[in-house]
């Protein structure tokens, strides 16, 4: 029997082969349909996506195998990820090379191999999948391509899974930057905020008015600021959180949005009607951030109006039901909608109408995570209205 040498680059093959994380993981759907696929085209008893190790291969996936590993030192697959192509062994018995390899001479008793090596874009040989049977015999030229093209399928899904992992950490990372924010820029810009306010209310008379001018636009600003930090938070949640999947009671949060935005505007004479009845499936928290967002900012622009109203209901267009969240307010030129779910956007002064320009940012990640759609039509001085779309939930048995 004659062992395959390591290849030249063995040491950073080893290296790569890490970072896909794989090794020893529970089976996964995609690679065993890839695997049976194989075994069926190729009319084999057996299929395999074999990983080569320091000292052993390891089985990602098998079809009419037991066992998850073998010795390295026995592996076919050591051999066919020193060359490019599919690595062929037509008859065992007449190789000598395989020919008193315990794998052959016993259980599985191989007597036809024909390998596929797994290559990273870096030219590591990760592995192989490959197709074993128990009589000499040999692959069309059909068959080898199958192999090929499925090869280059399990190649893509290691990558994918690659990414994966990294995307994984890199959100680890953001959720540390969001503690940092959140515990770590807060604090002080609060202390800005309070610390400015306690100045020019107890020490105000010592200052002049440019001076009492210039503490209160320092107070204004770190108030600012904090809200802008708050915002952002509630986007990093909006893109990042896990989304559940529940009967939603849109009526009941649209409620509770508006009694938010009532207090938030005691003076204003601030009408709101909600449609009732309105059910979804989502997640309850992300959809009232959604909410939360979409009535305050209709609140906020219809503040000036004589009788400013606010009106949240549904409507089916095409078999999709719609649901709108609908103003008397200042509305705004439609040729700048398009700019109005992009981060940082406004289309109306700060002075006048404050806010970080996040907001509709925000709407537009949660209800996209639901698969959901959000747009907006308006005209200036004639209020606006935002439609977004949800999975629809019938009302529970008994309502």
């Known amino acids: 029997m004659h062992s395959a040498a390591p290849p030249a680059n063995e040491a950073h093959r080893l290296w790569a082969l890490r970072q896909y994380d794989i090794l020893d993981t529970?089976?996964?759907?995609?690679?065993?349909?890839?695997?049976?696929?194989?075994a069926c085209v190729c009319e084999a008893p057996i299929a395999l996506i074999s990983l080569v190790d320091v000292s052993r291969q390891w089985f990602k996936a098998c079809v009419g195998l037991a066992a998850k590993e073998t010795a390295r030192s026995v592996s076919f697959c050591a051999h066919a990820i020193l060359q490019p192509g599919v690595f062929l062994v037509p008859d065992t018995h007449a190789d000598p090379r395989f020919a008193d390899n315990p794998l052959v001479t016993g259980a599985p008793h191989i007597r036809f191999y024909a390998g596929a090596p797994l290559f990273t874009s870096e030219g590591y040989g990760l592995g192989t999948l490959c197709v074993i049977d128990t009589v000499p015999r040999t692959l069309t030229e059909t068959?080898?391509?199958?192999?090929?093209?499925?090869?280059?399928?399990?190649?893509?899904?290691?990558?994918?899974?690659?990414?994966?992992?990294?995307?994984?950490?890199?959100?680890?990372e953001l959720d540390a930057y969001s503690y940092a924010v959140s515990h770590d820029l807060r604090a002080p810009v609060r202390a800005v905020a309070g610390f400015s306010h306690l100045l020019r209310t107890e020490h105000g008379h010592q200052l002049d008015q440019d001076g009492?001018?210039?503490?209160?636009?320092?107070?204004?600003?770190?108030?600012?600021?904090?809200?802008?930090?708050?915002?952002?938070?509630?986007?990093?949640?909006?893109?990042?959180?896990?989304?559940?999947?529940?009967?939603?009671?849109?009526?009941?949060?649209?409620?509770?949005?508006?009694?938010m935005c009532r207090r938030m505007y005691p003076e204003s004479l601030l009408s709101v009607t909600i449609a009732p009845g309105m059910r979804v499936q989502g997640d309850p928290r992300l959809i009232r951030l959604a909410l939360d967002n979409l009535i305050g900012n209709a609140a906020?622009?219809?503040?000036?109006?004589?009788?400013?109203?606010?009106?949240?209901?549904?409507?089916?267009?095409?078999?999709?039901?719609r649901f709108v969240v609908r103003d008397n307010g200042v509305g705004f030129d439609m040729a700048y909608a398009a700019k109005l779910f992009e981060p940082f956007s406004r289309l109306h002064s700060?002075?006048?109408?404050?806010?970080?320009?996040?907001?509709?940012?925000?709407?537009?990640?949660?209800?996209?995570?639901?698969g959901g759609r959000v747009w907006a039509e308006a005209a200036v001085n004639q209020g606006a209205s935002f439609y977004f779309t949800l999975l629809p939930d019938p009302a529970p048995e008994g309502a």
């Open 26 to 38: 529970e089976r996964e759907a995609l690679f065993d349909e890839v695997t049976s696929l194989a």
């Open 300 to 321: 906020k622009f219809s503040a000036h109006a004589d009788a400013p109203a606010i009106e949240v209901g549904c409507e089916v267009v095409d078999e999709e039901t």
């Open 212 to 259: 009492n001018e210039l503490v209160a636009d320092i107070e204004h600003a770190a108030k600012r600021m904090g809200r802008l930090i708050d915002d952002l938070l509630y986007l990093s949640r909006a893109v990042r959180s896990p989304v559940s999947k529940e009967s939603v009671d849109l009526s009941q949060l649209a409620g509770e949005a508006a009694a």
């Open 350 to 370: 700060s002075d006048e109408y404050p806010g970080t320009g996040i907001g509709l940012t925000t709407v537009k990640r949660v209800i996209e995570r639901h």
């Open 143 to 172: 068959q080898r391509k199958a192999l090929q093209l499925m090869r280059n399928h399990v190649t893509k899904l290691l990558d994918v899974r690659l990414k994966t992992r990294e995307l994984a950490e890199l959100n680890q």
